[in-house]
């Protein structure tokens, strides 16, 4: 029989990043792809923009947190990770979701770049019209 643990999963998206996250209670730690969050994240921005879900339910230092990223760049999977977060969070506790739900932490960002088009340069970019 499986030994029950006080770990939660979730799924996080943006852009082409996809992010399994699993927290439980512990002393803050954040391991992603083997590798603790400051290392593997190179800028203290998008170090951050993860921490920001932490900081608006107050629980930094509260929770550890283990994650897969695959796909997308350093922004993208940052943003995964942020959602991934959050998402967990209220399956761990329902009553954080309004907060998270005011700071728009649970709207999975859609926006995705926009693939080129036959005939075209780019995804809008037009060749030069020449009339003669």
Known sequence: MA?????????GRRKCAVARVRIKPGTGVAVINGKA???YFPSEALC??????????HFEGKIDIAATLNGGGMAGQAGALRHGVA????LMDETLRPALKAAGMLTRDARVKERKKPGQPGARRRFQFSKR
Request: hydrophobic content about 45%.
């Open 3 to 11: 030994k029950k643990t006080e770990e939660i999963w979730a799924t």
């Open 37 to 39: 969050m400051n290392e």
């Open 48 to 57: 951050g923009y993860v921490a920001q879900v932490l900081q608006t339910v």
């Open 87 to 90: 998402r967990a969070l209220i």
